[in-house]
Structures are given as C-alpha cells and as structure tokens.
C-alpha cells in the first residue's frame, strides 16, 4: 500500500472530526454533504474487498427514497448480493476511522480479513440522479484508484442494473452481458416470449402509468422502450424534468401514505405503478369507479407472482420446494392467504432485504418481498437447470411449455436484487398471460386496515427485538404493555423496532377498522415515548 499517496489524497476527502456514520440496513445514508469521506473510504474499501474475493465489486452511489438533499452508498458482492455482514463492519470501522488512524484501520482490515495485496482489483460503479452524486461517485473513483485498483463507471444506473452488471460479470457472462444492451435485451427477449403465449396476445395494446418518482428509473425506463414490444405502452410521470426526486411521489410515499403520488392524473381502474428514487421498488394502484383509492403492494405482488409459479411448477410436475419470505410489516391478510388458501408456506425475517435474500436462498423458488415494493424471485441452480432441461427435451406437450413459461420467467426476474422495471414487466406479463384487471388481482383478499408512525427517542438501540422483531425484549414493561393494548381491539397485532436507515422507532399496528389501527399504533407509539426515552412533544393522535 502507498500510504504516502493514501495521506495526500485523503487529505482531499477528510472527515469533519467527530462525525460517527453506520453501515446500516441500506449502507451509508446521510445528508450529502457529510458524505465525502465515507465515498473515498468506501473507495478503498471496495478495492480491498475485491482483492479479498478475486472478483468484481460494486460501488453505488444513491439515497433511495430519502430526499434529493441526503445521498449514501452501498457496495455489492460479487454475486450481485448486499455486502457480506462481517465487512459491514469493516465499512463502519473505516467510514469513522479519524484522519491519523487510518493507516491503521486499513491494515488491521487487511490483516482480519487476509486481503492479498497483490492481487488485482475491480470495482463497477454507479450512481442515481441527486445533483450530489456525480462529485461523490468521484470521490469513490479516487479511493479506488489510490489502492491501485481498477474500475469501470456506468454512470446513471438503477441500483439492480448496477447488481446486475456485477453478476454478469463474476460469473463470466453466464448470468448475461455486463452492459446496460445486455440488460435490455435479456429482458426485453424473456418479456416478449412471455407475452406471446397469453390469450389476448395481439388485440390491442396494454397501457401502464408509471411514476418515475422523478428519479434514475425514468431515464433507464425510456432507454429500455425501444426494446419493448409494441403490445406494452408504458407511460412516463414524474421523469425529473420539472420536480424534485421523490418530492411527493415514488413507491415509499404511495405505500407510507397510502395515496397517489403528485404528478400523474389517473382515471377508474386504470392500471399505475411507483418505482422509488433507484428504481429498487415498486408498487401499483388504481382509483375505483367511486373514486377511491386502492394499494397493491408488495405483499400483493408476492401473491401474484406465487399463484402463477405455484401453477407452473405443478404442471411441469417436478417437487420443486417453494416458499415466500416476508417481514412482520406484510400485511396479516396476505400471510393468511398465502399459507392457508393457496397452501404456500410462508416465513418471516427481520427487515431488510439481505434477511429476505438470504432465507430465499434456502428453497428451490424462493419468492420474497417487503411488504414496501422491494422483492424478487430466487431459484435455486439445481431448479433453474431442471426447468431448462425440461424446456428443451420433455416429450410431453404441456409439460414443456409449462416449463418454457418458467424458463423465461427466470430471465425477466433479476435474481440479484428487488428491481422495479424487471419486477414490472413479470407482473404485466401475469397480468396479462391470466387475463387478469387490476381490479382482480386487488381482490384476491383484502388488506387489514394498518398503520405505520414513527417517534423520535434519545437513544433507539434501547429498544431490543427477537421473533424477526415482532416482540420487543427491552426496555423492561414495553412488550407487556404493548401486549395489554392489543388486547383491547379486534384482530390486532402490533409490533416496535428501531430503524436501520433514520433516527426513528418504527410502529407498527393492524386492527379491524382504519380507526381502531390509528388508535391501536397512536396508543403504541405513547408507549415507546413513556418507556423508551421519547425526545421532544408526545405524539398527537391522527
Ligand atoms: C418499514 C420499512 O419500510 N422499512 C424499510 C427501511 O428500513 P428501516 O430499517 O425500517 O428504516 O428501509 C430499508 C432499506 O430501504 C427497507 O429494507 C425497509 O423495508
Ligand atoms: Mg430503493
């Protein structure tokens, strides 16, 4: 390592002394200009990280759903996965190492972690749409340059074509090209196969609204059009050319506020979809013919999607285990639904799609999604080598179509990561492969009236969980007392846990009615203010 070159050019990056930043549920999010110096760390870390893995690593530069101002950063694995939990640590070591220290902090990384620091090192960038990333993603390339390792920059991406990339690559073009062609058309073409066989095919055209939440999914989305066929017209809103990026719009403000976004005029039963700010999530809606508003979220299309396997998988009659992972935000009506009609088993982990990732990994289709529009669909090596081998030789006529359907399914779904336009297209392809309207795929049950609030308190890691977070084990009285207040409503449940990506304790409540949710989460939300070290006026009801 030239630590002469690491000092000169950390000089250029420093960090504002005192500042203490954690790699949490999402990586580094912060306001951006506290973010220089964790952009170059993350720089250097991401060089290590390839040395230690012998592979391609990803570094990227975006906020989500948080607004314009905040930005963060996220590295991913060589698979297209989260980073690995044990260098979490090494990032938060880093990020927080004071100017002097960091020579040190370096070493003792490549010590624990037996970095071989000859070997070479490649890192894939990319970045989303805020006006801060362009200079962040910067201060990345001089981190990774400094350490001598190599890299490619991709520039404005969504968050999965960036995990994308960096399997395609890892694996040698065996999950596809590394480019943002090759993922065009990889699912472009799965798309178009799978639209072919539905019953409709070549009446008309199907229309979707989309809310680009003014953000990296509107320019991804319309790059993407002249790949798609003209059955599907996709309609851009919220492009970023007049608003701020997730000001009021985007799949986090639509799901929190249960609420169309500003920006897109919807008519009855017309069929809309939000992708958040890296275009990671989605999540769809309608207004009835009254006028009123109706979410399908991810818990919904987690459904959607397990009906259509669920009926693949029993017509090409392997024994293929299927499962969907869920966390204790999906919505009680959809656990209930999937396991006890459709007879699919169903577990939840805690939040964060690393939890969800890695439980689907266990199963030969392993469906996951956040009940907030992040999710994909896994399928084990074993199962996607069974199902192309019964694409191309089974004898039976519709064994092996049923088997060409799911084939292509596993093309059009990332596999790496919840993405918003591969998540959209397999849902319109459903959609349209059964026939169904929004107003259907709405009614296969409905969601128990819920709500979700937040309380700021002194400290949140006083609050501890177990049960994928569904019961809270300190402070001492909260659990009881949340217990006592659950009892008071009719098919209740509620639960606490402090958030991994702001300063919050997170509530969470269902009840019979929409009011008696709103007073259950208010009641609950009193409680973590009385008994958790709640900062500033108690909470007010509704
Ligand atoms: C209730 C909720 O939506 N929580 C979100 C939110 O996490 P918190 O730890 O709750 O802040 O951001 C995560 C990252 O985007 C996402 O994975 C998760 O689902
Ligand atoms: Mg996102």
Redesign the pocket.
């Known amino acids: 390592m030239d630590f002469e070159a690491l000092t000169k050019y950390s000089a250029l990056h420093p960090k504002p002394a005192g500042l203490t930043l954690q790699y ?3 990586g580094f999010r912060s306001k951006a200009e506290q973010l220089d110096h964790v952009m170059f760390r993350m720089g250097l870390l991401a060089a290590l990280r390839s040395r230690a893995t012998g592979s391609t690593i990803g570094v990227m530069v975006t906020a ?2 948080n607004p314009e101002e905040d930005n963060g950063v996220k590295l991913v694995d060589p698979l297209g996965e989260m980073l690995h939990p044990s260098w979490e640590e090494y990032a938060t070591q880093l990020a927080n190492a004071e100017e002097q220290e960091l020579q040190k902090t370096l070493t003792e990384i490549c010590q624990k972690a037996a970095v071989n620091q000859q070997k070479d090192a490649s890192v894939f960038l990319g970045r989303d749409t805020r006006p801060s990333s362009k200079k962040l993603s910067q201060a990345v390339i001089d981190g990774v340059s400094v350490l001598g390792g190599q890299y490619h920059d991709y520039g404005l991406v969504t968050t999965p074509q960036l995990h994308y990339v960096v399997c395609c690559q890892n694996t040698r073009g065996q999950y596809g090209k590394p480019t943002l062609e090759g993922y065009y058309q990889k699912l472009s073409k799965a798309f178009m196969e799978l639209i072919k066989k539905s019953p409709g095919s070549g009446e008309g055209q199907r229309h979707l609204k989309i809310d680009c939440a003014n953000g990296i999914g509107a320019l991804k989305l319309s790059e993407m059009q002249p790949y798609l066929p003209k059955e599907v017209l996709v309609h851009i809103y919220n492009d970023g050319t007049k608003e701020k990026l997730n000001h009021l719009c985007g799949a ?1 403000f639509v ?1 929190v506020h249960q609420k169309p976004p500003k920006g897109l005029d919807m008519k009855p039963n017309e069929r809309c979809c939000s992708f958040d700010g890296d275009a990671d999530r989605i999540v769809y809606y309608y207004t009835d013919t009254a006028g009123h508003f109706h979410l399908i979220d991810g818990d919904k299309i987690a459904t959607l999607i397990s009906i259509f396997l669920k009926e693949l998988l029993a017509k090409v009659g392997q024994t293929l285990k299927m499962a969907v992972i869920q ?1 204790a ?1 999906a919505n009680g009506s959809s656990t209930r639904y999937l396991e006890e009609t459709l007879q699919v088993p169903v577990h939840c982990v805690k ?3 690393k939890h969800l990732h890695h439980k689907a990994q266990e199963f030969d289709v392993g469906v996951y999604f ?3 529009g ?1 999710g994909t669909v896994l399928f084990s090596k074993a199962a996607e080598n069974t199902i192309r081998q019964l694409a191309k030789e089974e004898k039976d006529d519709a064994k092996r179509e049923a088997a060409k359907v799911l084939e292509n399914l596993i093309d059009l779904i990332n596999q790496t990561v919840g993405d918003a336009i591969s998540d959209m297209l397999v849902i319109e392809a459903i959609l349209s492969l059964k026939g169904l309207t929004v107003h259907q795929w709405d009614a296969f049950y409905t969601d128990f009236p819920n709500r ?1 609030l937040k309380v700021q308190v002194a400290d949140r890691q006083v609050i501890d969980t177990t049960d994928a977070e569904r019961r809270a084990v300190t402070p001492p009285g909260l659990q009881e007392k949340i217990d006592a207040l659950v009892k008071k409503y009719k098919f209740s449940r509620a639960f606490v ?1 402090p ?4 300063d919050v304790v ?1 509530i ?1 409540a269902e009840a019979d009615t929409q009011e008696n949710a709103d007073a259950l989460a208010h009641e609950v939300s009193l409680a973590v203010y009385h008994l958790a070290g709640g900062r500033g006026a108690p909470p007010q009801p509704l």
Not at 499 to 502: D, K, N, P, V
């Open positions: 949490g549920t999402a989500s759903h986090d799901k966390t935000y939040t964060g799609v956040e009940a907030n992040h979700l846990r958030s991994g990506t702001e997170r969470y």
